[in-house]
């Protein structure tokens, strides 16, 4: 079963306005870890923030927050304010308590996000 | 030099050549994993090594070898690779064992294999 699933293979913005862009997950866990990554056209994944499932407030960086709903398990990403070099892939992915030191980052498939002017 | 360094970034090979990849992390991190990405799939976890020891193998062929010499590198030994192998390889650390650790990634190296 697909534990990350994210809906939505694109998604269009108009610069300076916010976009959200949908995750869901699946684990029977009580303690998990949530996190968007970036990866632009060069390949790079790089990091943007980070929910765990204890955290009573919802997640932010910058531009960049977390719209956490635990009971719907939804971990929806919001930016705000979107700038031309928001335009990238953005993944969600899913960290469980590791069991045995086996410790891994489940990802979804992604959305494709372009900011116009 | 910080965070995760992958080498070469581009690499061409035939089917029968004999090539690795290398990563390599200053972070201080004791967890070092190997993904693939295809186009249109999902990341897809290939190795995790944590402490130096490989703790998970997701079914990988054996035509892709892995090897830990140490918490700082790691490496991808590839022979006999398949035209469906071309991907983007990612390597990864982090400090393993806490939820809240995110994984660091290098630029990846993209393999076409022909």
């Known amino acids: 079963a697909q534990k990350i699933t994210q809906t939505q293979p694109g998604m269009f913005v108009q610069e300076k306005e916010a976009v959200t862009l949908d995750c869901t997950y699946d684990t029977s866990d009580q303690s998990y870890g949530l996190f968007w990554y970036k990866q632009p056209s060069s390949g790079e994944m790089i990091f943007l923030i980070y929910?765990?499932?204890?955290?009573?407030q919802n997640a932010t960086e910058g531009r960049y927050s977390l719209n956490f709903q635990k009971a719907r398990k939804s971990a929806n990403l919001v930016i705000s304010a979107s700038q031309l070099g928001d335009s990238a892939m953005y993944f969600c992915a899913m960290r469980e308590v590791p069991i045995y030191n086996t410790d891994k980052l489940i990802f979804g498939t992604g959305t494709r996000l372009q900011v116009f002017p | 030099e910080t965070g995760v360094t992958q080498t070469p970034r581009h690499l061409v090979m035939g089917m029968t050549n004999k090539k690795s990849l290398k990563c390599e992390q200053h972070l201080g991190h004791n967890a070092m994993y190997w993904y693939k990405q295809s186009a249109k799939k999902p990341l897809e976890l290939m190795f995790v090594?944590?402490?130096?020891?490989?703790?998970e193998n997701n079914s990988v062929p054996s035509r892709f070898s892995p090897e830990c010499p140490n918490s700082s590198h790691l490496f991808l030994h590839l022979h006999t690779l398949q035209p469906e192998d071309s991907a983007l390889y990612l390597c990864a650390s982090s400090q393993g064992g806490r939820t809240n650790s995110p994984l660091h990634f290098g630029n990846g190296t993209r393999l076409t294999v022909t």
């Open positions: 929910q765990g499932s204890y955290d009573e």
């Open positions: 090594y944590s402490l130096e020891e490989r703790v």
